[in-house]
Structure formats: structure tokens, C-alpha cells
């Protein structure tokens, strides 16, 4: 909250309006305080929902480092970034492609790699999320729920299948 009211200043808003500090205050604050709860949410609330713990416990410490560290480094990326981005484009004696060279071009490409930490979170996320579920709901198909004789019947539809009497006329 302190660096959103500090940017709305009007000597600061001079500098970082137009650039990319912007974009990185909603970083931290979407990515960050949003999307760390509800990552928070799924580690609690799903097993709950489906009555199954998570296979792997400790990927969860993965993914949580994982996607704090690729949501800071882009924040932090485009909050630096934006503020120098903003002092080359205040500046009447710079070249505007000159600012694009020298000042967005290497903060994009830093950013990259905060969002592909982000991006390796997420994909571990979904895979964890579809083990659980599959755990669960799909235990016939991956983990052998239902054994199969000799004749491809599974075990359960015997048990469903009147005997027959032994009587015989």
C-alpha cells in the first residue's frame, strides 16, 4: 500500500507513469498476495475436498519457493525498471529508442526469468492437482483399483452377478 501511494505522488507519478513500474506493482500485488493465497487455498482446502493427502508433500515447498521467488524477481524487475525507464524518458536530450535499447529491452529480458519460475510453479501445480485427482477418482485407471481375472471380469462385477443354484433337475 505505502509504494502505490507513493507513486500517485506528483513528483513521483512524473517518473513512473507510462512505464513499467506499474505493471509491477500489480505483479506484487496480484501474483503475489492474491495468487500466494490461493496457491495457500489449494495446499489446505483440496485434500479436504477429496478425502486424499497429496503424494508428495515436499513439492509443495517446490512450488510455493518457486512461484515467490519468479513473482518477486519480475516485481522487483519492473518496479527498478520502470523507475529507470521513467528518468530516460524525462530526459529531452535522450533518444527515445534509446531508452527502449538501454532501459526496457534488458529489463524485459531479466523478467523472462521470473516468469518462467512462475510458469515452472504453475505447471507443478496442475500436475500435482491431477495426481490428486486421478488418486481419487480415477483409482481403477491409475492405480490398478480393480483387479481382472483370466476372463477380463473385474472382481466387482462378480460380486454383482447372481449365483447360480446348484440345484439341477
Given at each position: 500500500a505505502v509504494?502505490?501511494?507513493?507513486?500517485?505522488?506528483?513528483s513521483?507519478?512524473?517518473?513512473?507513469?507510462?512505464?513499467?513500474?506499474l505493471p509491477g506493482l500489480k505483479w506484487l500485488h496480484l501474483y503475489g498476495f492474491v495468487g500466494m493465497g490461493l496457491l495457500g487455498c489449494f495446499y489446505y482446502f483440496l485434500p479436504k475436498i477429496t478425502g486424499t493427502e497429496w503424494s508428495r508433500p515436499g513439492q509443495w515447498?517446490?512450488?510455493f519457493w518457486t512461484y515467490a521467488i519468479g513473482t518477486t524477481w519480475v516485481g522487483i524487475t519492473f518496479l527498478v525498471g520502470g523507475w529507470k525507464h521513467g528518468k530516460g524518458l524525462i530526459d529531452p536530450e535522450t533518444p527515445f529508442m534509446d531508452v527502449v535499447r538501454e532501459d526496457i529491452a534488458p529489463v524485459m529480458r531479466m523478467s523472462t526469468v521470473g516468469e518462467l519460475l512462475?510458469?515452472?510453479?504453475?505447471?507443478?501445480?496442475?500436475w500435482n492437482v491431477a495426481i490428486l485427482f486421478c488418486r481419487t477418482y480415477c483409482s481403477c485407471l491409475c492405480l490398478g483399483g480393480?483387479?481382472?481375472?483370466?476372463?477380463g471380469i473385474s472382481s466387482e462385477t462378480k460380486k454383482s452377478q447372481p449365483k447360480k443354484s446348484?440345484?439341477?433337475k
Open positions: 509504494l502505490p501511494a507513493w507513486a500517485s505522488g506528483a513521483a507519478a512524473d517518473v513512473v507513469q507510462f512505464t513499467l513500474f515447498t517446490a512450488i512462475v510458469f515452472v510453479a504453475a505447471a507443478l501445480l496442475c480393480l483387479s481382472q481375472d483370466k476372463a446348484s440345484k439341477s
